[in-house]
């Protein structure tokens, strides 16, 4: 069986897709969004062992050049990440389908679906098809958190055993989404319009930053072609920006207002949405 790197596993989520399920989060990311609220998911951890004599649980440890993470002990204080000088996380584990499924399996009956995020899930392509037809064989309910970059229209084998993907969509033009992310768009958009047509587009996520990108006209256009596309019922989450967990050196980013917030979603409703929800 394949191997991923596991960031972490909540047994029970009911903000991940439709009723409660259980996330599933992978480590790694080809967008480095400056709003990121999960900035340990971005970057791999190259064992240079800076983090060790930081770690007081003494979770992790050195053992044949390697950094290795004991998740027993692990209190989530966050003192590795904060010291690490590449900005990645060792409270990973290398698990495979099997292994996760037996994580998932712990949380039946009381769970309707699984869902995988990260980081950017579809880096690890090959776990998802195999962990994803072990859930459709538990008869779950299958959702991956995407960025969009991953071209799903060539890929039958993963959309066979995954029931939708909740899209990010960071901004809408490319200028807006480089500055943002680092990356272009184009994809993601691509992405939108065929996930659209082939009915697995459950949900579209925004994180709003006045002043980073144009938020207004990226929940405007996104609204715009949901309704072109017939998805006036796919869900809508417009999310307030938080300082919390993100990196320092954005933690003065703006955060937008309730009213704001509300202007955007009454925004998105005026095209016909009608499931919008601010969070």
């Given at each position: 069986?394949?191997?991923?790197?596991?960031?972490?596993?909540?047994?029970?989520?009911?903000?991940?897709?439709?009723?409660?399920?259980?996330?599933?989060?992978?480590?790694?990311?080809?967008?480095?969004?400056?709003?990121?609220?999960?900035?340990?998911?971005?970057?791999?951890?190259?064992?240079c062992g800076v983090c060790v004599p930081y770690c007081q649980p003494g979770a992790l440890t050195m053992a044949e050049g390697k950094v290795t993470y004991n998740i027993t002990k692990c209190v989530l204080c966050d003192e590795c990440f904060h010291h690490c000088p590449y900005g990645a996380s060792p409270r990973t584990r290398q698990m495979t389908a099997?292994?996760?499924?037996?994580?998932?399996?712990?949380?039946?009956?009381?769970?309707?679906?699984?869902?995988?995020?990260?980081?950017?899930?579809?880096?690890?392509?090959?776990?998802?098809?195999?962990?994803?037809t072990?859930?459709?064989?538990?008869?779950?309910?299958?959702?991956?958190?995407?960025?969009?970059?991953?071209?799903?229209?060539?890929?039958?084998?993963?959309?066979?055993?995954?029931?939708g993907i909740m899209l990010d969509v960071k901004a809408w033009t490319g200028e807006d989404h480089r500055r943002v992310?680092?990356?272009?768009?184009?994809?993601?958009?691509?992405?939108?319009?065929?996930?659209?047509?082939?009915?697995?587009?459950?949900?579209?996520?925004?994180?709003?930053?006045?002043?980073l990108f144009d938020c207004e006209q990226t929940v405007r256009e996104t609204s715009i072609l949901l309704r072109e596309l017939g998805c006036l019922d796919t869900r809508y989450k417009i999310i307030s920006y938080r300082p919390m967990g993100v990196r320092q050196e954005y933690k003065s980013l703006e955060i937008p207002t309730p009213e704001f917030l509300t202007c955007l979603a009454h925004l998105a409703q005026s095209y016909g949405l009608t499931d919008v929800v601010i969070i």
């Open positions: 069986m394949t191997r991923a790197a596991v960031n972490k596993i909540i047994p029970f989520s009911a903000v991940d897709g439709p009723g409660n399920r259980t996330a599933v989060f992978l480590q790694g990311c080809n967008f480095d969004c400056k709003f990121c609220h999960n900035p340990e998911t971005i970057h791999t951890c190259i064992h099997g292994e996760v499924m037996a994580e998932v399996r712990k949380n039946m009956p009381f769970i309707r679906g699984v869902t995988v995020s990260g980081g950017e899930c579809t880096l690890w392509r090959d776990f998802l098809v195999e962990l994803l072990l859930a459709k064989g538990e008869g779950l309910h299958t959702l991956l958190d995407s960025n969009g970059t991953y071209d799903f229209s060539t890929d039958r084998p993963l959309m066979a055993v995954t029931d992310t680092g990356a272009d768009n184009a994809m993601v958009l691509r992405n939108l319009r065929w996930l659209a047509g082939q009915g697995k587009l459950p949900e579209v996520r925004t994180v709003v930053v006045p002043g």
